[in-house]
């Protein structure tokens, strides 16, 4: 269903403080993208934040194990 305006805000201003907060540390943060969970779960949680790491391969799916933080805003 779509986001209505509280939801659209929370998540631009969690986007903003981790984007300040984790400036030039090379983290990934995400919205709105799938995470492999198993074989037929592919969420897409609201917020992400991923290890440094995980931008050597851009070509294969973002896996749990990727993850420092997902967040789901209700």
């Known amino acids: ?3 209505g305006g ?3 805000w929370v998540l631009v201003r969690l ?3 981790f984007g ?7 983290h990934p943060i995400l919205t709105q993208i799938p995470v492999d969970l198993e ?3 592919q969420p ?3 917020l992400m ?3 440094p790491e995980s931008r050597t391969d ?17």
């Open 1 to 3: 269903s779509p986001m």
């Open 6 to 8: 509280p939801h659209v």
């Open 15 to 17: 986007d903003e403080a």
């Open 20 to 26: 300040i907060a984790l400036a030039g540390s090379n």
């Open 39 to 41: 074989e037929r779960s």
């Open 44 to 46: 897409q949680p609201d």
């Open 49 to 51: 934040i991923l290890r």
């Open 58 to 74: 851009e070509l294969r799916k973002i896996v749990a194990s990727d993850a420092l933080l997902v967040a789901e805003v209700s």
